[in-house]
């Protein structure tokens, strides 16, 4: 053995913060006020947690599953379950009751923790679950003081830490192969997808997040994760926060862009991370009420999940003096696989128009994994422009799907291919063109749909931008806008200056064919643009 070979777990992370980091802070928005306690007392919580988790029966592997929002009760959860050998299952809470009921049950999972406030889902869902067991319910009320309810046996979360074991002894005999957490995809078609993280996943994952130049997070950043701790482990976060002792501030039940706002003033918030439309929607009001809320003590706003526009890169730089991070991943990726930091030489001789056009790429491969850009003829060369489907591998990529037949599409010959494609360039800075399935086909040419989405959302009075290809006689599709208008602007603006204000960067044939206006682009259940939902209403228009 030339080197020893100790496993990286979730373990060393939480011990970790116990030993270096006792007193920094989580700061918890609860529906009742904030609340705040150190690393010392969340590790001590968690181990109270897994010593109940164990004496109901929860062991090596099996799975628990949480419905929560982002508050230090799921942080909890999330390492008391790896750290005693079990799985942390986050489900996405904004999921139809079949979609919830299918996880749960094909998750297998024994024990549900959930927030007092989504009780209504769980009364929806439980009768037709077959393997849980046990309901806890996140609360401070005591076992008296809970609701009616036909969700049984429930317990009450802070009675039966009270009462359990602070010393709980941990395994030391994990193996970082093991399974620790598990996320599924948000179903945009069919069922939702299962991937299982191992403890050497989400460590490895930790250590890429700290790198200087990807996001580089430290002990000196506080961070609140908008982005919910169902989607992707808040990609990651939660995880990465806690091995290097950074601040914490979790948003709780219901986030507005106003409630973070006000987070980011009082507890001096450093680093934040969500998708474009929360950021959209912040914009707006940084841009309402000018002055209004102190955010200078942000360096960096992690914007993922779908393509952040230029426009709204450019706007909260020149108007707001803040930085969007730009980052790219999947639940498949655990998820960040891209980030965008502009390299050195770069930033010496590039304008800021260009240094903009480089900030809306999804950057560059984090290290440790690697990538391909395929198309029919092999690998695309580095010109940033010949297009192909992005491929990863490495240690924080899945290798399948858990219990699922659509394994084997997606991972292939090792290889976990995505279904974005993508250019690179020859700096190697990959842009994210488009899904396959959104990519607009018209007269056998691609057209972008997020380019043109980009293009209209960098139009001052537009919020949101959605374009699809609606099936049409001659050209096979045509592109289709929807818009929706900043209130200030309603009733002023016509389609015909939207689209002449996009005309000048685009071929004529790119131009869409009609802008729609609309009230809100429908969203999926993180927040992106359900362009699914467009494309089902307005298939027939040429038809
Ligand atoms: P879902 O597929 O259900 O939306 P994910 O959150 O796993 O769930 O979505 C991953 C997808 O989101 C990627 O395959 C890609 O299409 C898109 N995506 C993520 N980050 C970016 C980004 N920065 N730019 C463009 N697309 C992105």
Redo the contacts with the bound molecule.
């Keep these: 053995m030339y080197m020893m070979d100790t496993p990286l777990t979730i373990t060393h992370i939480l011990r970790r913060a116990r030993n270096f980091f006792p007193n920094n802070e989580i700061v918890s928005r609860l529906a009742d006020g904030i609340f705040r306690y150190t690393y010392k007392d969340m590790y001590e919580r968690t181990l109270r947690l897994a010593s109940v988790m164990s004496e109901f029966g929860v062991s090596r592997g099996d799975k628990v599953a949480t419905l929560a929002w982002n508050d230090h009760r799921h942080l909890e959860a999330y390492f008391a379950m790896p750290v005693m050998g079990a799985i942390v299952h986050t489900v996405n809470m904004r999921l139809s009751p079949e979609h919830i009921i299918y996880i749960l049950n094909h998750a297998e999972d024994k024990v549900l923790l959930f927030d007092e406030s989504l009780l209504p889902i769980v009364e929806g869902v439980h009768e037709h679950l077959k393997t849980v067991k046990v309901f806890v319910m996140m609360t401070n009320k005591s076992s008296a003081d809970l609701p009616q309810t036909s969700v049984k046996p429930l317990y009450a979360y802070e009675e039966l830490l009270a009462g359990a074991d602070p010393n709980f002894p941990l395994p030391d005999d994990l193996s970082e192969n093991d399974p620790c957490g598990m996320c599924y ?2 179903a ?1 078609t069919g069922n939702p997808k299962g991937v299982i993280y191992t403890h050497r996943a989400l460590f490895l994952h930790s250590m890429a997040s700290g790198l200087a130049d990807s996001l580089a997070l430290s002990e000196s950043d506080v961070v609140l994760p908008f982005v919910p701790m169902f ?2 482990n808040a990609w990651g976060i939660p995880y990465s926060c806690t091995m290097y002792g950074s601040k914490q501030v979790l948003p709780g039940p219901v986030p507005t862009p106003q409630t973070l706002l006000e987070l980011y003033e009082q507890e001096k918030v450093t680093v934040s991370a969500g998708v474009p439309t929360i950021w959209l929607g912040m914009l707006q009001i940084l841009d309402q009420f000018p002055g209004k809320y102190d955010t200078s003590s942000i360096r960096g706003l992690i914007s ?5 526009p230029r426009g709204m890169i450019k706007a909260f730089k020149e108007r707001h003096n803040l930085t969007i991070l ?7 990726t655990t ?1 960040l696989a891209l980030a965008s930091r502009l390299k050195p030489h770069l930033e010496k001789k590039l304008t800021d128009d260009e240094k903009l056009d480089y900030a809306a790429t ?1 950057g560059l491969l984090v290290p440790g994994l690697e990538m391909k850009i395929v198309n029919e003829q092999g690998e695309v060369p580095w010109d940033g422009k010949t297009m192909g489907e992005l491929w990863f591998r490495g240690p924080w990529i899945a290798g399948e799907y858990y219990k699922d037949e659509r394994t084997k599409g997606t991972f292939v010959d090792g290889w976990l291919h ?3 494609v993508a250019t690179i360039n020859e700096e190697g800075y990959v842009r ?1 063109v488009d ?1 396959t399935k959104d990519l607009v086909k018209s007269g056998g040419e691609w057209i972008s749909s997020v380019d043109l989405e980009n293009a209209l959302m960098a139009h001052p009075a537009v919020l949101e931008a959605a374009v699809i290809g609606v099936p049409h006689p001659k050209w096979q599709e045509r592109p289709l806008a929807f818009v929706v208008i900043k209130e200030a602007q309603k009733g002023k603006i016509t389609k015909e200056e939207i689209l002449e204000f996009i005309t000048p960067q685009f071929a004529k044939w790119w131009i869409p064919d009609d802008v729609l206006f609309i009230d809100s682009i429908p969203k ?1 259940t ?1 927040g ?1 643009f359900l362009k699914r939902s467009l494309r089902e209403d307005y298939q027939n228009l040429y038809n």
Excluded: C, F, N
């Design positions: 995809t948000s945009t989607h992707v993922g999940g779908a393509a952040a730009h980052a790219y991943g999947m639940t498949e998820p999804q995505t279904g974005d994210i899904r999926t993180v992106k």
